[in-house]
């Protein structure tokens, strides 16, 4: 007996010695240019120095202790230096011959050198603080080698304090988490509408008046009617200004403020109504949308006004950029107002786009002569570009396509996948939010480069930023619910090289950065655990295997239907579920260590025979369609006589495009050569169904924006009838079936036979 427990203990320790050998794998988001993991840690003791070469250096080396102090529980002393690291020892050194903001970072177990050109010094700083682990004693950072630049030179988030006043507090740390992801540019979005939040001191009724709005719309402003009758307000004053932006100037970045023109601007209106059309009255808006009020261009005080309430706000921002918003302008008081039709007509322009256009351009010529530089939302591009002008695409990619081909530089904030406004998971279990869809995934995957333009076209494309506008984000908790950690995948998208992307490495370092973040308080949007997916088997057995997705996190689950808490069963392991032909529901929540609780998440499990295969064996490919020139209510309702037929070898809308609003019945044989569980997906604007031999399997009916919804068939080896009816009522229209067997990539929607 004794002489197995010294054998045994003798095993344990070589295998320790083995453990130490191996590597330890790092996350750091965003991915690094390159990384090599190392065996062993270094690990400071009280006798550590952290020395630094010059001024910029001492910045950080400073920055270090403070985080290790506060973070990490150990105070070193900090030290001027020009001779190289030796044992126990931290460097921070400035590199010139590093590629501009980059940095290379070295830890071995005797000493860290942190070699960073300008900002990469501070950016090498974050990456070594997201590899310290322990407390006090047990302090210890992994041996790595990073070298490590950002894809794009501007790398933003855009906060909308317009539609919600966020207090100082909230800007800070919202600067604070920027700076850590590697963000360098902060769009403050300060006028709109419901409100205006910047001091300007000339006219002082801007902030007595615009700064306020009586109440504010309750729920959506496309259903509601309802008011709250309670005020919102606030604004920053100009000295708050200046401390805020040299609190992101010390984090590396640059603030560029948003001052709206010529729409997006009744609050202005309310506090100066002859900057009008009409004279008004106007009020601070209370609801949400596009709004008809905006500055009259044929007025020549509302340049004056402009131009005095830039002047203001170039003496507080010292950003090259200065962002004149330019979107959204509806023209309807200028076209039956006297003074814009004079100016139209004076001018020799062709409309109220030109007269936007020459809005604009007066606007740029202005901050030009003051050596700024506009950047302008995509409209700017309509009735003509101002010349030095930098768009900011959010109408999709086309304007940014558009501007890089008239060789303007592009930042890319696409609603189609950077709105951080729009929801990110089931609405059913999120807070309501304007609209749209962009869980974490479709965030991760945007590209900005498009492949549609030239590669001395792309180089226009000088970034890209996210935008979180507030119609619906009242608080601080709010914005870091929609915000984290969608923003982590935009840093990715900036900072880090295209061959460096991969979603599933993301996934696998992003649950550490979330512990981080709930270590410091930060409500980010707690997510799905990994693998809760609706699934159906043959089996009447499945296991499900649960990983929550921030580290340290417990997950508490039912199957029986009932709402899970604390006290449910704590996953601790795959759970196995016997299946019957009713679906069972899994039901968890997913807990951080700081006790913050995640929404009711859930995934249907369902046991399915294989459908039958066909007799039929048709042996012509492709589909047979019947079109009518018209909507039905419902996908399920087309029927009758149609206006026209034939056959398509896979289903393609095009054809119909041109129709203001069509239907399409498609009917086809689809083959499998196994029996196998496929996957269809159907993504529809507006409405679809799909029956899958005579049964109806998908139902994205209805008229709606576009929605994908997904079925889990078990298909035997042969031809199965499939029949999809689509209805387009107007507006987009979008039809897409991917097929394919579960977990594969390969779409068998072209094995279609007639
Ligand atoms: C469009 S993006 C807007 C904003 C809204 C946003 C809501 C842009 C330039 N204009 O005014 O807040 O949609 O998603």
Redesign the pocket.
Known sequence: MKKFLVSSLGLLLSFAAVAQQTPTTVSIIPQPTSVQTLPGSFKPSKQTLILYGDAEARKVADLLNTYLKNNHGINLTVHQSKAMAVKNQIMVIQDKNLPPEGYTLLVNDQMIQLRGNGAGLFYGLQTLQQLISGEGPNVAVPSVKISDEPRFAYRGLML?AG?HFFPVSYIKQFIDVMAQYKFNRFQWHLT?DQGWRIEIQQYPRLQEISSTRKETVVGHAARSKTFDGKPHGGYYTQEQVREIVKYAADRYITIIPEIEMPG?SEAALAAYPNLGCTGGPYEVFTS?G?NNEVYCAGNDSVYTFLENVLTEVMDLFPSKYIHI?G??CPKERWKSCPKCQARIKALGLKDEHALQSYFIQRMEKFLNSKGRQIIG?D?ILEGGLAPNATV?S??GEAGGIAAAKQQHDVIM?P?TYL?L??YQGNPSTEPLT?G?FLPLQSVYNYEPLPHSLTPAEQKYIKGVQA?L???YIATPEAADYMLWPRALAVSEITWSGEDKKNYASFLERMPAQLARMDKAGIPFRIPEPAGLENNVTTDSRTTVTLKPLVEGATIYYTTDGSEPTLNSTRYTGPVALHLRREPVIIKCIVVTASGRKSSVYSASYLRRDYKAASNATPTNKGATFSAYFRAFKQAKQISGTADSSGVQSSFDIRPFLSKDAFSLAYEGYLKVDSDAIYEFNLKCDDGAVLYVDDELELDNDGEHAPLDKTAILPLRKGFHKVKLLYFNAGGGAELNLGVRTKGSAVNLRNSLFH
Request: hydrophobic share 30%.
């Open positions: 909308d539609r709109e997006h949400w596009v918003g979107d959204e939302w409209e900011m959010w109408r904030t609603n709105y406004d729009y304007i749209g935008n506008w507030t119609e």
